[in-house]
């Protein structure tokens, strides 16, 4: 949680939407109490990582009708789940169109067998050390 934590308090206090640190490319985005990270190696493209970020913002503000805010996030972490297997898999990206995303999301919400209960059981912190743990096997990584 120590490069979670030194990233947060670098980026916190900028108005740009990037940032290098520890030999990694940072792209971030914030809105209202939640910032949106997606970190890459120090030769991945900015600009592909900024649309990784904005497909993941766009995706991300359909499935929570336009609040996209640490609660409403918490509250519908099963849509955040499967917009994000949809945008990266194991530090791929499979998809950078929002609307491609949402379509298939909807579709998988007809389809999904994921419960409250399985999903409440995921905390934040969890999500984010899953998705760290990522980190020395890919070069493009997304941090919520």
């Not at 904005?54 to 929570?64: A, D, G, R, Y």
């Not at 995303?101 to 999500?127: C, H």
């Not at 998705?131 to 919520?144: D, I, K, R, Y």
């Amino acid at each position: 949680m120590a490069f979670e934590k030194n990233v947060f308090n670098k980026t916190s206090r900028t108005d740009s939407e990037i940032a290098f640190f520890g030999g990694m490319t940072i792209i971030y985005k914030s809105s209202i109490d939640l910032f949106l990270y997606v970190v890459g190696s120090s030769h991945e493209n900015e600009l592909m990582l900024m649309s990784v970020l904005t497909c993941l913002f766009e995706s991300l503000s359909h499935v929570l009708r336009k609040n996209v805010e640490k609660r409403w996030l918490l509250e519908n972490m099963d849509g955040a789940f499967l917009v994000l297997d949809e945008i990266v898999d194991g530090g791929v990206i499979l998809e950078s169109d929002p609307q491609q995303v949402i379509q298939k999301v909807n579709f998988r919400a007809d389809d999904s067998s994921l419960t409250e209960q399985s999903v409440a059981q995921v905390s934040l912190p969890r999500l984010i050390l899953l998705l760290w743990s990522f980190l020395p096997q890919c070069t493009n990584h997304l941090l919520l």
